[in-house]
């Protein structure tokens, strides 16, 4: 079957990991799924609807995609495995990939559905890449957590938006005094009246410096600095000016930047040597739908660009995304490749060596009762923040604070947080509060997940995208 007059399927064919791009899509269409298979890859690399008299042999057997694999759901539905030879592509150029594989197909007319599952990116594509200046080692050296390997804790102050500098600043003191590591801006808060960047930034230093002098632990700061792109390069000038890179982090909303922009603000914050936490606000807007792309994808991209620490999700608290996916993509955080070669969902793919593991970030809907459950998800190096999970403790922010710390140290010390809590009333009154999520149940998902793999992939193969859990 062609597609523009060529036939782009060839199933005997097998990617070489060294130079092949994989992608595995999820399709529905108006068309037999063959037929879509062929459009994706013509649209996606050297063709386009019709005959080309411009076509040429060079072009159609060094740079077209392949489509190697099918597994058909039904007629006009079904998952397709398509590979794209490295020279296809401009190998300094992150975007021009994005516009390639993610760019065009999304708009063809007879697409029901289009949705990216996951790439695999070859290792001499890589080889380009910095990966995190810091990285997981980097981020716990800097909050002083190398030996004892605890999960980091932290807060986002609210509201959101509208405390003054002063005010803001007093919530970051009095977290920091509760014995939380880290304190961040909310993805939309940057530069307004009521709260000017640099009056804050100023404010939160102090506070930084004062609570440490009284919890003799080291306390950072991410410090949103997102908006057009020369605005951002006087903060992060600002910030070395200033020499913060041992208490502040640059914290970007990276989706909504977009890749290149982040890219270019990476290789600044790289030479200060400053980390990057990557908020993901946005990503939702434009891939929870009938098309979109898995955020493992992007993952991989922010890992190879170099982000320190990211936003992952939670799997228990208040944004989308199952406990299983969650935990592939903590799991893709802070390894070289999925240790697991589950189910459907992800292909082989290893981080080079010198793309180093980041930090994960669980954040939104946190507090105390939910840390047991997100440690078993994300294991113990993850930045578990909650935000409304601290300042609306009912005995304040400081017990708020207190409240995450007893809870990581209950875990550190193997007791359940219902135990720990009856000696430790910041706690207690948290669970009364908002409850306790029973990691029992993540356990049992878990194993569930490893045991019937394979009955998982045949189901996900008769129901489709709705049949895989990410
Ligand atoms: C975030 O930045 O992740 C959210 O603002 C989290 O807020 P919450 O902890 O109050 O849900």
Redesign the pocket.
Known sequence: MAYGGYSYTDLKYKPDPKNDFVVLFWTKSQMNIEKTAEALAAESSVGSWTRLRTMNNVVWEKYRARVFWIGKVSAKSGFIKIAYPIEHFDVKNLSQFQASVLGNVFGLKELEELYVFDISIPKNYQKRFKGAALGLGGIRKLVGTEKTKRPHMG??V?P?VGLTPKEWANVAYKSYLGGLDLV?D??NLVDQKFCKWKERLNEVVNAIEKAEGETGQHHIYSSSITDKQSRMIERVDYLNEMGLNKKVIVMLDIYILGLSTVEEILEITRKYKFAIHG?R?GFAAANRGSFGVNFQVYEKFYRLLGIDQL?VGTGV???EGSPLAIKRLHELAENFSLKEKLYFGSLEMEFEKNIKPILS?A?????AGKVDAIIALHGKNTNI????????HSGGTVKGAISMKQAVEAVMKGVAAPEYAKTHPELSQALKIWGYSDPKEIYKEIEYERKNYKKMTLEALKKGRAGVIF
């Open positions: 807060t986002i609210k959101k961040k909310d993805e908020h606000a936003h608290g208040k944004m970030i954040s939104g809907g946190v507090d923040q909650a935000g409304a999970g601290v300042h609306g």
